[in-house]
Protein backbone atom coordinates (compact mmCIF):
# COMPACT_ATOMS: atom_id res chain seq x y z
CA UNK A 1 0.00 0.00 0.00
CA UNK A 2 1.18 3.13 -1.09
CA UNK A 3 2.30 5.75 1.86
CA UNK A 4 0.17 9.46 2.04
CA UNK A 5 3.48 11.10 0.89
CA UNK A 6 4.02 9.17 -2.79
CA UNK A 7 0.11 9.16 -3.41
CA UNK A 8 1.13 13.26 -3.02
CA UNK A 9 3.94 13.23 -4.89
CA UNK A 10 2.10 11.21 -7.67
CA UNK A 11 -0.61 13.50 -7.87
CA UNK A 12 1.61 16.61 -7.84
CA UNK A 13 3.49 14.79 -11.01
CA UNK A 14 0.14 14.68 -12.32
CA UNK A 15 -1.35 18.07 -12.00
CA UNK A 16 1.85 19.03 -13.87
CA UNK A 17 1.59 17.06 -16.61
CA UNK A 18 -2.08 18.04 -16.99
CA UNK A 19 -1.11 21.78 -16.54
CA UNK A 20 1.46 21.73 -18.83
CA UNK A 21 -0.90 20.59 -21.68
CA UNK A 22 -3.66 22.76 -20.62
CA UNK A 23 -0.93 25.75 -21.59
CA UNK A 24 -0.09 24.46 -24.55
CA UNK A 25 -3.63 23.67 -26.10
CA UNK A 26 -5.05 27.20 -25.08
CA UNK A 27 -1.94 28.48 -27.32
CA UNK A 28 -3.22 26.05 -30.07
CA UNK A 29 -6.47 26.82 -29.66
CA UNK A 30 -7.72 30.03 -27.78
CA UNK A 31 -10.97 29.62 -28.64
CA UNK A 32 -11.47 26.52 -26.25
CA UNK A 33 -10.33 29.09 -23.16
CA UNK A 34 -14.29 29.90 -22.55
CA UNK A 35 -15.12 25.93 -22.82
CA UNK A 36 -12.68 25.28 -20.47
CA UNK A 37 -12.97 27.70 -17.95
CA UNK A 38 -16.64 26.42 -17.56
CA UNK A 39 -16.06 22.98 -17.51
CA UNK A 40 -13.68 23.59 -14.71
CA UNK A 41 -16.26 25.87 -12.80
CA UNK A 42 -18.80 23.43 -12.87
CA UNK A 43 -16.69 20.65 -11.98
CA UNK A 44 -16.15 22.27 -8.83
CA UNK A 45 -19.58 23.64 -7.83
CA UNK A 46 -20.66 19.54 -8.58
CA UNK A 47 -17.99 18.07 -6.28
CA UNK A 48 -18.55 20.98 -3.60
CA UNK A 49 -22.03 20.32 -3.21
CA UNK A 50 -21.90 16.13 -3.73
CA UNK A 51 -18.98 16.53 -0.89
CA UNK A 52 -21.29 18.90 0.92
CA UNK A 53 -17.38 20.57 1.58
CA UNK A 54 -16.33 17.66 4.20
CA UNK A 55 -12.59 18.45 2.82
CA UNK A 56 -13.02 22.13 2.68
CA UNK A 57 -13.03 21.75 -1.23
CA UNK A 58 -14.56 25.30 -1.81
CA UNK A 59 -11.64 26.31 -0.92
CA UNK A 60 -9.58 24.70 -3.13
CA UNK A 61 -11.71 25.81 -5.81
CA UNK A 62 -11.32 29.13 -4.42
CA UNK A 63 -7.95 28.93 -4.65
CA UNK A 64 -7.85 27.67 -8.34
CA UNK A 65 -9.62 30.43 -9.36
CA UNK A 66 -8.14 33.08 -7.78
CA UNK A 67 -4.41 31.66 -9.20
CA UNK A 68 -6.01 31.46 -12.17
CA UNK A 69 -7.83 34.69 -12.60
CA UNK A 70 -5.10 36.71 -14.69
CA UNK A 71 -4.54 33.79 -17.00
CA UNK A 72 -8.22 33.55 -17.47
CA UNK A 73 -8.21 37.39 -18.26
CA UNK A 74 -5.45 36.87 -20.37
CA UNK A 75 -6.99 34.34 -22.69
CA UNK A 76 -10.25 35.92 -23.10
CA UNK A 77 -11.90 32.98 -21.15
CA UNK A 78 -13.61 34.78 -18.51
CA UNK A 79 -17.46 36.18 -19.35
CA UNK A 80 -16.91 39.44 -17.97
CA UNK A 81 -13.61 40.90 -16.50
CA UNK A 82 -14.69 40.73 -12.71
CA UNK A 83 -15.36 36.86 -12.97
CA UNK A 84 -12.56 35.53 -11.02
CA UNK A 85 -13.50 37.27 -7.96
CA UNK A 86 -16.98 36.74 -8.02
CA UNK A 87 -16.77 32.94 -8.61
CA UNK A 88 -13.89 33.08 -5.64
CA UNK A 89 -16.92 34.73 -3.51
CA UNK A 90 -19.70 32.17 -4.71
CA UNK A 91 -17.17 29.54 -3.77
CA UNK A 92 -16.57 30.53 -0.52
CA UNK A 93 -20.58 31.51 0.54
CA UNK A 94 -21.16 28.05 -0.94
CA UNK A 95 -18.60 26.37 1.25
CA UNK A 96 -20.00 28.48 4.16
CA UNK A 97 -23.11 27.24 3.36
CA UNK A 98 -21.93 23.55 4.54
CA UNK A 99 -19.45 24.55 7.05
CA UNK A 100 -20.52 27.83 8.82
CA UNK A 101 -17.76 30.57 10.37
CA UNK A 102 -16.58 31.53 13.37
CA UNK A 103 -19.04 33.12 15.61
CA UNK A 104 -15.57 35.07 16.39
CA UNK A 105 -15.71 36.83 12.65
CA UNK A 106 -17.61 40.08 13.74
CA UNK A 107 -14.75 42.14 12.37
CA UNK A 108 -15.11 41.06 9.34
CA UNK A 109 -18.77 41.49 9.30
CA UNK A 110 -18.15 45.22 10.17
CA UNK A 111 -15.83 45.51 7.93
CA UNK A 112 -18.48 44.58 5.17
CA UNK A 113 -20.32 46.87 6.01
CA UNK A 114 -18.23 49.58 6.75
CA UNK A 115 -17.68 49.38 2.64
CA UNK A 116 -21.18 49.85 1.49
CA UNK A 117 -22.04 53.49 2.27
CA UNK A 118 -19.09 54.16 -0.10
CA UNK A 119 -21.30 52.72 -2.59
CA UNK A 120 -24.38 55.27 -1.62
CA UNK A 121 -21.97 57.75 -1.31
CA UNK A 122 -20.97 57.29 -5.09
CA UNK A 123 -24.87 57.05 -6.17
CA UNK A 124 -24.51 60.91 -5.46
CA UNK A 125 -20.84 61.77 -6.72
CA UNK A 126 -20.65 59.86 -9.72
CA UNK A 127 -21.08 61.87 -13.14
CA UNK A 128 -23.93 60.65 -14.92
CA UNK A 129 -21.80 60.13 -17.94
CA UNK A 130 -19.36 57.59 -16.10
CA UNK A 131 -20.95 53.67 -15.80
CA UNK A 132 -21.79 53.16 -12.23
CA UNK A 133 -21.89 49.78 -12.36
CA UNK A 134 -18.59 49.15 -14.17
CA UNK A 135 -16.89 51.53 -11.83
CA UNK A 136 -18.21 50.43 -8.69
CA UNK A 137 -17.69 46.67 -9.10
CA UNK A 138 -14.49 47.41 -9.94
CA UNK A 139 -13.17 48.75 -7.22
CA UNK A 140 -15.71 47.32 -4.61
CA UNK A 141 -15.51 43.49 -5.58
CA UNK A 142 -11.73 43.45 -4.49
CA UNK A 143 -12.59 44.45 -1.12
CA UNK A 144 -15.80 42.25 -0.73
CA UNK A 145 -13.44 39.39 -2.08
CA UNK A 146 -11.06 39.95 1.00
CA UNK A 147 -14.27 40.40 3.55
CA UNK A 148 -15.82 36.74 2.14
CA UNK A 149 -12.36 35.30 2.40
CA UNK A 150 -11.79 36.41 5.89
CA UNK A 151 -15.20 35.08 6.86
CA UNK A 152 -14.45 31.49 5.47
CA UNK A 153 -10.91 31.41 6.81
CA UNK A 154 -10.87 33.16 10.26
CA UNK A 155 -10.41 30.52 12.89
CA UNK A 156 -11.08 27.96 10.34
CA UNK A 157 -9.22 24.10 11.42
CA UNK A 158 -7.86 22.74 8.16
CA UNK A 159 -5.43 19.43 8.10
CA UNK A 160 -2.00 20.56 6.95
CA UNK A 161 -2.27 17.82 4.10
CA UNK A 162 -6.01 19.77 2.90
CA UNK A 163 -4.02 22.56 3.17
CA UNK A 164 -1.10 21.90 1.01
CA UNK A 165 -3.60 20.92 -1.41
CA UNK A 166 -5.03 24.49 -1.30
CA UNK A 167 -1.77 25.97 -2.48
CA UNK A 168 -1.31 23.30 -5.20
CA UNK A 169 -4.54 24.55 -6.24
CA UNK A 170 -3.16 27.78 -6.12
CA UNK A 171 0.11 27.22 -7.86
CA UNK A 172 -1.11 24.77 -10.89
CA UNK A 173 -2.90 27.27 -13.08
CA UNK A 174 -0.20 29.25 -12.49
CA UNK A 175 1.84 26.49 -14.33
CA UNK A 176 -0.25 26.45 -16.88
CA UNK A 177 0.22 30.39 -17.78
CA UNK A 178 3.96 29.79 -17.59
CA UNK A 179 3.59 27.33 -20.46
CA UNK A 180 1.86 29.37 -22.62
CA UNK A 181 3.78 32.12 -22.26
CA UNK A 182 7.07 30.20 -23.38
CA UNK A 183 4.94 29.19 -26.25
CA UNK A 184 3.87 32.73 -26.70
CA UNK A 185 6.97 34.56 -27.00
CA UNK A 186 9.82 31.37 -26.89
CA UNK A 187 12.83 34.16 -26.68
CA UNK A 188 13.45 37.65 -26.16
CA UNK A 189 16.15 37.68 -28.67
CA UNK A 190 13.88 39.17 -31.60
CA UNK A 191 11.41 41.03 -29.51
CA UNK A 192 11.36 44.44 -28.64
CA UNK A 193 11.94 45.11 -24.97
CA UNK A 194 10.37 47.88 -22.82
CA UNK A 195 11.44 48.90 -19.43
CA UNK A 196 8.11 50.79 -18.29
CA UNK A 197 6.87 46.88 -18.33
CA UNK A 198 7.02 43.98 -21.19
CA UNK A 199 3.94 43.47 -22.93
CA UNK A 200 5.73 40.99 -25.51
CA UNK A 201 6.76 38.82 -22.66
CA UNK A 202 3.50 38.46 -21.07
CA UNK A 203 1.50 37.56 -24.29
CA UNK A 204 0.23 41.40 -24.81
CA UNK A 205 -1.25 41.26 -21.02
CA UNK A 206 -0.46 43.60 -18.28
CA UNK A 207 3.04 42.90 -16.98
CA UNK A 208 1.89 44.55 -13.48
CA UNK A 209 -0.42 41.50 -12.97
CA UNK A 210 1.42 38.91 -14.66
CA UNK A 211 4.50 39.60 -12.38
CA UNK A 212 2.56 39.38 -9.68
CA UNK A 213 0.82 35.87 -10.02
CA UNK A 214 4.32 34.51 -11.44
CA UNK A 215 5.86 35.89 -8.43
CA UNK A 216 3.37 34.19 -5.99
CA UNK A 217 4.19 31.39 -7.85
CA UNK A 218 7.78 31.25 -7.30
CA UNK A 219 6.99 31.97 -3.62
CA UNK A 220 5.14 28.74 -3.41
CA UNK A 221 7.52 26.90 -4.82
CA UNK A 222 10.54 28.14 -3.06
CA UNK A 223 8.18 27.28 0.24
CA UNK A 224 7.99 23.48 -1.19
CA UNK A 225 11.71 23.26 -1.20
CA UNK A 226 11.74 23.66 2.70
CA UNK A 227 8.48 21.83 3.51
CA UNK A 228 8.98 18.50 0.93
CA UNK A 229 11.38 16.40 1.42
CA UNK A 230 11.25 14.50 -1.83
CA UNK A 231 14.91 14.64 -4.04
CA UNK A 232 12.79 13.52 -7.05
CA UNK A 233 10.43 16.28 -6.31
CA UNK A 234 12.69 18.81 -5.28
CA UNK A 235 14.19 18.50 -8.47
CA UNK A 236 11.41 18.78 -10.41
CA UNK A 237 10.61 22.00 -8.39
CA UNK A 238 14.06 23.66 -8.55
CA UNK A 239 13.92 23.44 -12.66
CA UNK A 240 9.96 24.55 -12.36
CA UNK A 241 11.23 27.86 -10.13
CA UNK A 242 13.78 29.04 -12.72
CA UNK A 243 11.31 28.39 -15.62
CA UNK A 244 8.47 30.83 -13.44
CA UNK A 245 11.57 32.66 -11.82
CA UNK A 246 12.55 33.70 -15.70
CA UNK A 247 9.00 34.84 -16.75
CA UNK A 248 8.37 37.13 -14.11
CA UNK A 249 11.40 39.11 -13.99
CA UNK A 250 11.52 39.52 -17.69
CA UNK A 251 7.79 40.95 -17.47
CA UNK A 252 10.08 44.16 -16.41
CA UNK A 253 7.10 44.86 -13.44
CA UNK A 254 9.30 45.16 -10.54
CA UNK A 255 6.41 44.59 -7.29
CA UNK A 256 5.68 41.29 -7.79
CA UNK A 257 9.33 39.67 -7.77
CA UNK A 258 10.38 42.15 -5.32
CA UNK A 259 6.82 40.91 -3.34
CA UNK A 260 8.25 37.15 -3.79
CA UNK A 261 11.67 38.09 -2.64
CA UNK A 262 10.02 39.33 0.60
CA UNK A 263 7.18 37.09 0.61
CA UNK A 264 10.10 33.99 0.96
CA UNK A 265 12.44 36.22 3.41
CA UNK A 266 9.02 36.06 5.84
CA UNK A 267 8.27 32.38 5.43
CA UNK A 268 12.08 31.56 6.00
CA UNK A 269 12.09 33.66 9.52
CA UNK A 270 9.46 31.90 10.94
CA UNK A 271 9.92 28.57 9.36
CA UNK A 272 13.51 28.12 10.31
CA UNK A 273 13.13 29.22 13.69
CA UNK A 274 9.92 26.53 14.36
CA UNK A 275 11.68 23.63 12.91
CA UNK A 276 13.93 20.75 14.93
CA UNK A 277 17.20 21.09 15.45
CA UNK A 278 18.21 18.16 13.69
CA UNK A 279 16.61 19.80 10.28
CA UNK A 280 18.67 22.90 10.73
CA UNK A 281 21.26 22.26 8.96
CA UNK A 282 19.05 20.60 5.51
CA UNK A 283 17.56 23.61 5.82
CA UNK A 284 21.10 25.97 5.42
CA UNK A 285 21.65 24.28 2.19
CA UNK A 286 18.24 24.54 0.97
CA UNK A 287 18.57 28.11 1.56
CA UNK A 288 22.05 28.38 -0.34
CA UNK A 289 20.53 26.55 -3.31
CA UNK A 290 17.45 28.82 -3.83
CA UNK A 291 20.08 32.15 -3.68
CA UNK A 292 22.12 30.35 -6.08
CA UNK A 293 18.93 29.27 -7.80
CA UNK A 294 17.76 33.29 -7.78
CA UNK A 295 20.86 34.20 -9.20
CA UNK A 296 21.06 31.99 -12.16
CA UNK A 297 17.59 33.33 -12.88
CA UNK A 298 19.01 37.17 -12.40
CA UNK A 299 21.87 35.89 -14.79
CA UNK A 300 20.20 34.01 -17.47
CA UNK A 301 17.71 37.47 -17.75
CA UNK A 302 20.16 39.56 -17.57
CA UNK A 303 21.57 37.83 -20.95
CA UNK A 304 18.40 37.25 -22.55
CA UNK A 305 17.68 41.08 -22.25
CA UNK A 306 20.94 42.61 -22.91
CA UNK A 307 21.56 44.03 -19.03
CA UNK A 308 18.84 46.06 -19.61
CA UNK A 309 16.78 44.56 -16.88
CA UNK A 310 19.67 45.72 -14.36
CA UNK A 311 18.35 48.81 -15.97
CA UNK A 312 14.70 48.29 -14.40
CA UNK A 313 15.53 47.54 -11.24
CA UNK A 314 18.51 50.33 -10.62
CA UNK A 315 15.59 52.69 -11.79
CA UNK A 316 17.51 53.63 -15.68
CA UNK A 317 16.43 53.89 -19.04
CA UNK A 318 17.58 52.13 -21.70
CA UNK A 319 20.40 54.73 -22.24
CA UNK A 320 21.58 54.10 -18.26
CA UNK A 321 20.60 57.27 -17.00
CA UNK A 322 18.79 57.36 -13.54
CA UNK A 323 15.08 57.93 -13.55
CA UNK A 324 14.00 60.89 -11.29
CA UNK A 325 11.10 58.80 -10.28
CA UNK A 326 10.84 55.27 -9.17
CA UNK A 327 7.74 54.97 -8.41
CA UNK A 328 6.76 55.60 -12.18
CA UNK A 329 3.99 58.22 -11.32
CA UNK A 330 2.29 56.24 -8.48
CA UNK A 331 3.30 58.76 -5.76
CA UNK A 332 1.11 61.38 -7.62
CA UNK A 333 -1.78 59.30 -7.90
CA UNK A 334 -1.49 58.95 -3.59
CA UNK A 335 -1.48 62.75 -3.32
CA UNK A 336 -4.62 62.78 -5.09
CA UNK A 337 -6.35 60.60 -3.41
CA UNK A 338 -4.60 61.84 0.05
CA UNK A 339 -5.93 65.07 -1.24
CA UNK A 340 -9.29 63.88 -1.54
CA UNK A 341 -9.26 62.10 1.98
CA UNK A 342 -8.41 66.18 3.06
CA UNK A 343 -11.41 67.57 1.39
CA UNK A 344 -13.68 64.88 2.07
CA UNK A 345 -12.81 63.30 5.56
CA UNK A 346 -15.73 61.84 6.44
CA UNK A 347 -17.81 60.01 3.93
CA UNK A 348 -14.50 60.04 1.32
CA UNK A 349 -15.55 60.71 -2.47
CA UNK A 350 -17.63 57.61 -3.38
CA UNK A 351 -16.13 53.88 -4.51
CA UNK A 352 -15.00 54.66 -8.06
CA UNK A 353 -15.34 58.54 -8.04
CA UNK A 354 -11.45 58.57 -8.00
CA UNK A 355 -10.89 57.70 -11.50
CA UNK A 356 -13.25 61.00 -12.38
CA UNK A 357 -11.31 63.00 -9.28
CA UNK A 358 -8.00 62.27 -11.09
CA UNK A 359 -9.13 62.92 -14.28
CA UNK A 360 -10.18 66.45 -12.69
CA UNK A 361 -7.04 67.25 -11.08
CA UNK A 362 -4.78 65.55 -13.25
CA UNK A 363 -6.21 66.32 -16.60
CA UNK A 364 -5.96 61.96 -17.03
CA UNK A 365 -8.23 59.40 -16.28
CA UNK A 366 -6.32 56.59 -14.32
CA UNK A 367 -7.24 53.78 -12.01
CA UNK A 368 -5.48 53.88 -8.74
CA UNK A 369 -2.45 51.35 -7.88
CA UNK A 370 -2.91 51.34 -4.02
CA UNK A 371 -6.22 50.09 -2.31
CA UNK A 372 -5.10 52.02 1.32
CA UNK A 373 -5.04 55.16 -0.24
CA UNK A 374 -8.13 54.39 -2.29
CA UNK A 375 -9.99 53.52 1.01
CA UNK A 376 -9.15 57.12 2.62
CA UNK A 377 -9.91 58.72 -0.42
CA UNK A 378 -13.42 56.47 -1.06
CA UNK A 379 -14.33 55.82 2.45
CA UNK A 380 -13.17 58.49 4.39
CA UNK A 381 -12.74 58.24 8.45
CA UNK A 382 -14.48 54.53 7.70
CA UNK A 383 -11.82 53.70 5.42
CA UNK A 384 -9.15 53.85 8.35
CA UNK A 385 -11.51 52.10 10.66
CA UNK A 386 -11.37 49.29 7.56
CA UNK A 387 -7.54 49.43 7.28
CA UNK A 388 -7.03 48.82 11.37
CA UNK A 389 -9.58 45.98 10.90
CA UNK A 390 -7.32 44.36 8.28
CA UNK A 391 -4.40 44.69 9.88
CA UNK A 392 -4.93 44.13 13.66
CA UNK A 393 -7.34 41.46 13.43
CA UNK A 394 -4.66 39.08 11.25
CA UNK A 395 -2.11 40.05 13.74
CA UNK A 396 -3.55 39.16 17.34
CA UNK A 397 -4.73 35.74 15.96
CA UNK A 398 -1.56 35.36 14.95
CA UNK A 399 0.29 36.22 18.17
CA UNK A 400 -2.05 33.96 19.97
CA UNK A 401 -1.70 31.10 17.82
CA UNK A 402 1.39 30.92 15.59
CA UNK A 403 0.38 27.83 14.23
CA UNK A 404 0.54 29.11 10.42
CA UNK A 405 4.25 29.33 9.03
CA UNK A 406 2.78 30.94 6.00
CA UNK A 407 1.39 33.89 8.29
CA UNK A 408 4.20 36.81 7.69
CA UNK A 409 4.86 35.92 3.99
CA UNK A 410 0.16 35.81 3.13
CA UNK A 411 0.21 39.20 4.69
CA UNK A 412 2.99 40.60 3.33
CA UNK A 413 2.06 39.35 -0.41
CA UNK A 414 -1.43 41.08 0.66
CA UNK A 415 0.35 43.99 1.61
CA UNK A 416 2.93 44.39 -1.03
CA UNK A 417 0.38 43.82 -3.58
CA UNK A 418 -2.20 46.41 -2.76
CA UNK A 419 0.26 48.77 -2.44
CA UNK A 420 1.46 48.85 -5.76
CA UNK A 421 -1.98 47.08 -7.60
CA UNK A 422 -4.40 47.46 -5.36
CA UNK A 423 -7.11 44.99 -5.86
CA UNK A 424 -7.32 44.19 -9.54
CA UNK A 425 -7.37 40.42 -9.17
CA UNK A 426 -8.86 38.34 -6.57
CA UNK A 427 -5.43 36.81 -4.96
CA UNK A 428 -4.21 39.53 -2.49
CA UNK A 429 -7.86 39.01 -1.15
CA UNK A 430 -7.85 35.22 -1.32
CA UNK A 431 -4.14 34.90 -0.19
CA UNK A 432 -5.04 37.34 2.94
CA UNK A 433 -7.65 35.02 4.19
CA UNK A 434 -5.27 32.15 3.75
CA UNK A 435 -2.74 33.86 6.64
CA UNK A 436 -6.06 33.24 9.00
CA UNK A 437 -6.71 29.58 8.75
CA UNK A 438 -5.95 26.89 12.04
CA UNK A 439 -3.53 24.75 10.17
CA UNK A 440 -3.59 20.97 12.43
CA UNK A 441 -1.12 18.60 12.12
CA UNK A 442 -2.74 15.59 12.65
CA UNK A 443 0.57 13.58 12.87
CA UNK A 444 2.33 15.52 15.80
CA UNK A 445 -0.75 17.14 17.56
CA UNK A 446 -4.10 16.03 18.31
CA UNK A 447 -6.98 18.59 17.65
CA UNK A 448 -7.58 21.19 20.37
CA UNK A 449 -11.10 22.12 20.31
CA UNK A 450 -11.09 23.80 23.26
CA UNK A 451 -8.75 26.22 21.64
CA UNK A 452 -11.14 27.29 18.95
CA UNK A 453 -14.63 27.32 20.90
CA UNK A 454 -15.56 30.27 18.84
CA UNK A 455 -15.60 27.81 15.78
Known amino acids: MLSSDKINNQFYIKMLLLHFGYGFIIYLMPSLSKLILLGIMGSF ?12 EALMAAAYI ?27 LIGMFFKGASSKTIPYWIYLLILFPGVIVASMTISYEADFRKLVAFNITGPVCLGVSALYCYYKKIKKEDFQRVLLMLLMPLVAQMTYLYFYTPSMNEVRIS ?40 LIDLILLILMG ?72 AAGELKEDITT ?15 NPIIGIGVGKGREYREEHLGVGINTHNEISRLLSEHGILGIFAL ?27 FMTINHSAMRIALPAFVYGLALLYIVDEKKNPVHRQRLAGQ
Not at 50 to 55: I, S, W
Not at 278 to 303: C, H
Not at 402 to 409: C, G, H, M, Q, V
Request: charge should be positive; charged fraction near 15%.
Open 388 to 414: AILIFVPLVFWFKFKNNFYFLAFVAFW
Open 45 to 56: IFVILDRKNRGN
Open 246 to 317: YRAVITFSRGGVVTAILCTLAFLIFFYYKQDSDKMEGSNLRIIGVISIFTIIWIISSMETGGLIGNRYTNKN
Open 195 to 234: LAGNYAATGGFGPNQISTVLGLGCFLICTRLFTIRTRMIN
Open 329 to 343: GRVELIETELTAFYH
Open 66 to 92: AGGEVFFRQTSAVIFYETGKYAVIIFL
